[in-house]
T-cell receptor, first 112, second 114 residues
């Protein structure tokens, strides 16, 4: 069954720590996205990608890097984590015309 | 500036009652609009997508309308169940293409009580 799988489900790190969030999709979609969700806000786009090796900057990219190693795999990197990055992170994939959008189950990150 | 506004922010209904959730937006162009259901701490699950002016969709106990002139959508849930307790998120896509961006509302938190 086609899906978007995120790991880990939960992560705790200290301020200044290094964190990598992983996302894999089996939908054969070209496009993948990283969002963060915070109370009182809609999902906000961090980075997205059109395909392997491609990276596009989203609306809230500061403090985040991303890398798309294959069509299936998209990683979000926090190299110097800060408490403001405590959030619920979602990965998603979509087809070319955005008619099919699939979200992962989320990664809850706590930076202490 | 928030381009997708949802109301109410939260809503409590008794099991079996009907409810209506509202979504107003200013996104231009407005290619399509989706309603998602998000259980607490979980991912977003698509309920329905509306594309055309005055579109109406139905998916079991969920039905939705879209008025592109008014830039307004409603999600109706009939005969609510306890499992309907969730956050419902309105999302507007500004293009039906690779250049398209999604604009998310903050959600309506629905609580269904016995």
């Amino acid at each position: 069954e086609a899906a978007v799988t995120q790991s880990p489900r939960n992560k705790v790190t200290v301020t200044g720590g290094n964190v990598t969030l992983s996302c894999r999709q089996t939908n054969s979609h070209n496009y993948m996205y990283w969002y963060r969700q915070d109370t009182g806000h809609g999902l906000r786009l961090i980075h997205y990608s059109y395909g392997a090796g491609n990276l596009q900057i989203g609306d809230v990219p500061d403090g985040y890097k991303a890398t798309r190693t294959t069509q299936e795999d998209f990683f979000l990197l926090l190299e110097l984590a800060s408490p403001s990055q405590t959030s619920l992170y979602f990965c998603a994939s979509s087809d070319v015309d955005n008619s099919d959008y699939t979200f992962g189950s989320g990664t809850r990150l706590l930076v202490i | 500036k928030t381009q997708v506004e949802q109301s109410p922010q939260s809503l409590v209904v008794r099991q079996g009652e009907n409810c209506v959730l509202q979504c107003n937006y200013s996104v231009t162009p407005d290619n399509h609009l989706r309603w998602f259901k998000q259980d607490t701490g979980k991912g977003l699950v698509s309920l329905t997508v509306l594309v055309h002016e005055n579109d109406k969709t139905s998916n079991g106990r969920y039905s939705a309308t879209l008025d592109k002139d008014a830039k307004h959508s409603t999600l109706h849930i009939t005969a609510t169940l306890l499992d309907d307790t969730a956050t419902y998120i309105c999302v507007v896509g500004d293009r039906g293409s690779a250049l398209g961006r999604l604009h998310f509302g903050a959600g309506t938190q629905l609580i269904v009580i016995p």
